[in-house]
Nanobody, 115 residues
Framework: VQLQASGGGLVQAGGSLRLSCAASGSVFSINAMGWYRQAPGKQRELVATITISRGITTYADSVKGRFTISRDNAKNTVYLQMNSLKPEDTAVYYC?????????WGKGTQVTVSS
């Protein structure tokens, strides 16, 4: 499974960005996809996940009400709509895909929120 993330950039506080993650390869085996982020000097943390078959979502408390994860199974793509961005959302965002016994990571995309 290969994951290609896109959509990062620089935005002012209060603004919005949408990240995309396209999966290719053995996508039939993927159970869930999600986004994680890592800020400088901090550990990588979960942002949001979504199950592929039923679309069940989970969110970190810090992004609930501001971020929305969604999927387009026909395109094998997961999106992260980020609204009301805050400077503390600044991080490298990583796309993740999981199947039984295996986890895949895409290259990160930088999100920078200026105050």
């Amino acid at each position: 499974v290969q994951l290609q993330a896109s959509g990062g950039g620089l935005v002012q506080a209060g603004g919005s960005l949408r990240l995309s993650c396209a999966a290719s390869g053995s996508v039939f085996s993927i159970n869930a996809m999600g986004w994680y982020r890592q800020a400088p000097g901090k550990q990588r943390e979960l942002v949001a996940t979504i199950t592929i078959s039923r679309g069940i979502t989970t969110y970190a408390d810090s992004v609930k009400g501001r971020f929305t994860i969604s999927r387009d199974n026909a395109k094998n793509t997961v999106y992260l709509q980020m609204n009301s961005l805050k400077p503390e959302d600044t991080a490298v965002y990583y796309c993740n895909a999981a199947r039984i016994g295996m986890t895949y990571w895409g290259k990160g995309t930088q999100v920078t929120v200026s105050s």
